[in-house]
């Protein structure tokens, strides 16, 4: 029924079909599967830096009225974008995951080092903990007595639109104007120096 | 003009509907979208699995069924062995290096003092063997509570808990049990997931408010 409808579609006899006549199916079955390669493989899907834009979803969960004053925003839930700093430093971490917990104490330090700065004028840091709940993600900043704001994606709808990335990954985004949050730099997994990474991200922002 | 054989229409049909069915596809969520993972060279997803695959032998109020099992440095650790001193969360996970379960111990590990606190040991328990065994906690940074090899006879201590699959893994349970060595709470968990570790601490707490 299938090939009876396409031939009617192609509004010529099955007997009468020329190698041109293959041609449009071929190219339309070729761009499908561009397409479905570049939607279903992870490295594909996974966001780049400079190339892709964050993707600006709305965040969800508890904060404290100290870290909604610190991020400089209305309350939850909010957009990335809502955020008024003009470069947000993002992990994305799990609290199950070793080497975020092994990162975390560094995290901190950067932070601190970054809130002694001018940088902070400029930045401000979030941390979304993957797959985990509230209880979980308020336990890991209980933990390592995270001073940033850090909420959950429990359902992986960040993750998912992230290309289903590995825990730690670090971002560095800058806001180019309303809802457009540049990827400057992305790490996935623990870097070797997360000062190291931390300076690569300033310098491909052009800060340092 | 060269006429083609009577298949080739067909075959450009097919070619087209495979062309729409494709983005189709595209638009299913890949079967690893809901499951994190920490950034670890060599870990096996299996994919997803039947969510259950045994059937529960231990229940709510029964007398926890005493085992006596090897830890990671040889020594042989007894569930009988805290009866009157501890609670204890048995924590079965499927097997090493695979995602779910790489991504669940470690959040234990972070827990270990809340656990203690409430008066509460955790025993890890998995079918693979130690050097195994030993290998995939080494990779997470160490495990810092009893990690209990299960592997010969195989799976003994899972089927007499009543959670050894059909393919020889265990299914992602948890029991705790009082001190008096009786089962307080169950979890045979949908093995493609964690559990919450906020609904465990529940149990915890309550237990050791008693």
């Keep these: 029924m299938t090939t009876l409808f396409f031939s009617r579609w192609a509004g010529r006899s099955p007997r009468r079909t020329t190698p041109a006549a293959l041609l449009l199916p071929l190219g339309a079955l070729l761009l499908a599967g561009a397409l479905l390669l570049g939607m279903l493989h992870p490295d594909a899907a996974r966001a780049q830096e400079g190339e892709a834009l964050f993707p600006d979803l709305p965040l969800q969960g508890k904060l404290s009225q100290e870290m909604i004053q610190q991020l400089g925003i209305s309350g939850t839930p909010f957009r990335i974008s809502d955020v008024p700093s003009e470069y947000l430093f993002v992990e994305i971490f799990s609290m199950y995951c070793p080497y975020c917990q092994r990162d975390a104490p560094e995290v901190n330090a950067l932070f601190e080092r970054v809130r002694g700065s001018e940088l902070w004028e400029q930045m401000r840091f979030l941390g979304i903990g993957t797959g985990n709940t509230q209880y979980e993600v308020d336990f890991y900043a209980q933990q390592f007595k995270t001073p940033f704001p850090m909420l959950p994606d429990e359902e992986y709808v960040l993750h998912s639109a992230l290309g289903n990335i590995g825990t730690p990954y670090y971002l560095l985004l800058r806001r180019n104007g309303p809802d457009q949050l540049e990827i400057v730099h992305a790490v996935e997994g623990s870097p070797d120096s997360l000062e190291e990474m931390f300076r690569e991200m300033l310098r491909k922002a052009g800060l340092r | ?210």
């Excluded at chain 2, 998995?126 to 990779?139: C, H, K, M």
Aim: net charge neutral; charged share 20%; proline share 8%.
């Design chain 2, 1 to 210: 003009m060269m006429r083609f054989p009577w298949i080739l229409p067909r075959t450009c049909s097919a070619l087209f509907a495979l062309a729409l069915l494709l983005p189709a596809l595209a638009l299913l969520p890949p079967a690893e979208a809901r499951a994190d993972h920490p950034v670890r060279p060599g870990l096996f997803d299996p994919g997803p699995l039947s969510s259950q695959d045994s059937t529960l032998k231990v229940h709510v109020g029964d007398a926890a069924p005493d085992f006596a099992l090897v830890d990671l440095a040889g020594k042989t650790v007894r569930l009988s062995d805290y009866r009157g001193q501890r609670n204890v969360l048995l924590s079965f996970v499927p097997a090493a290096w695979t995602p779910v379960c790489s991504g669940q111990w470690p959040g234990y590990n972070l827990a270990l003092k809340t656990f203690e606190e409430h008066d509460t040991i955790v025993l890890g328990l998995s079918v693979d063997n130690r050097p195994t065994l030993f290998a995939w906690t080494e990779a997470m940074h160490g495990i810092d509570f009893p990690v209990l090899s299960d592997f010969w006879p195989h799976g003994r201590v899972a089927d007499l808990y009543g959670v050894l699959r059909s393919d020889g893994m265990s299914e992602r349970a948890l029991f705790l049990i009082d001190k008096q060595g009786v089962v307080r709470f169950v979890d045979v968990h949908d093995i493609n997931k964690r559990p919450d570790l906020g609904k465990i601490m529940a149990e915890v707490k309550k237990l050791s408010a008693r």
